[in-house]
């Protein structure tokens, strides 16, 4: 009797986990929960040395069927152009001297995102598409190095609240870019707002709403069920959504609940491959095959 083999089915989809480059903010940024005050949040009058330096991370799909896909950009390399702290750099590239204050970036040489896809040999007009989980700094102020990729897109809600807070965003990140907006064709997640990229729920944009109100995760299907969740700043770290532990920078506290919530649930389901955070500090860059 031969031995019985049962097939695996392998989608081919590659999803690439990258850091580029770090973060510096107050505690109570990423983990301040429920009781966080946006100064405390801001770090304004937090001490050097009690500052956390966390990954920024980005994330190419390399899709059998759809292309290159891009989920976020991280910091460009203007932030740090000798791959140093650069106070002055810093500034200029944030647009602001309180977005500064509030959180640092630093580079190493060959770490921004278009550094790293040369090195792969990927070049910007390379990509399909690039998904923007939302246009806080740390992951749109890396659109210059990408800007020849055939299509971006962010969330309609997402820009039209980026445009009205000018301490929190700064339109020059995507000014350089022909950026695109969607709207919401599902009623998936806990907004009941979802966007079917390509329409067969191989990689859909849930709206998680609460750190600001177009923020989206990205989830990536195999088609047999399996998925990959990249809940970009619903949560800061795997001990986030298993503790409930809010973000200090929120626009809607009882929103940011219930997407950390919908987050705690995807994330323990047993189809859920992996569930991933921008800024984990425990999570390396990788390689996923879905
Ligand atoms: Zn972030």
Redesign the pocket.
């Known amino acids: 009797m031969g031995r019985t083999t049962i097939p695996i089915k392998m989608t081919g989809i590659k999803i690439h986990v990258f850091h580029t480059g770090e ?1 510096c903010v107050a505690p109570d940024l990423p983990f301040g929960g429920d009781e966080c005050n946006i100064i405390k949040a801001s770090g304004l009058f937090t001490k050097r040395e009690d500052r956390l330096w966390l990954p ?1 991370s980005a994330y190419l799909i390399e899709h059998p069927e759809h292309g290159r896909i891009l989920v976020d950009t991280g910091w460009e390399r203007a932030m740090s152009p000798n791959g140093e702290y650069d106070r002055k750099a810093q500034i200029e590239s944030l647009g602001s001297p309180i977005l500064y204050k509030v959180n640092q970036g630093q580079i190493p040489l060959g770490m921004t995102i278009d550094e790293q896809l040369a090195k792969m040999g990927i070049m910007p007009s390379d990509i399909d598409l690039i998904l923007l989980s939302h246009l ?1 700094c ?2 749109a102020n890396g659109l210059s190095g990408v800007k020849d990729a055939k299509r971006i897109i962010v969330s309609e809600e997402e820009l039209e609240y980026a445009k009205k807070h000018h301490t929190r965003y700064h339109s020059r990140w995507w000014d350089c870019v022909d950026l695109k907006t969607h709207g919401w064709n599902g009623t998936e997640g806990p907004a009941g707002k979802s966007y079917d990229v390509f329409g067969d729920g191989s990689i859909v944009q849930v709206n998680i709403p609460g750190h600001c109100p177009g923020l989206c995760a990205t989830r990536i299907s195999d088609g047999n069920g399996k998925f990959v969740l990249l809940f ?2 619903g949560g800061y770290a795997k001990k986030s959504w298993e503790e409930m532990i809010t973000s200090g920078i929120s626009d809607d506290k009882d929103l940011q609940k219930k997407s950390l919530q919908w987050i705690h649930d995807q994330s323990l389901s047993p189809d859920c491959v992996e569930s991933l955070a ?2 984990d500090p425990d999570i390396e860059p990788h390689i996923i095959d879905l």
């Open positions: 973060v920024v806080d740390d992951h970009s700043d921008n800024h």
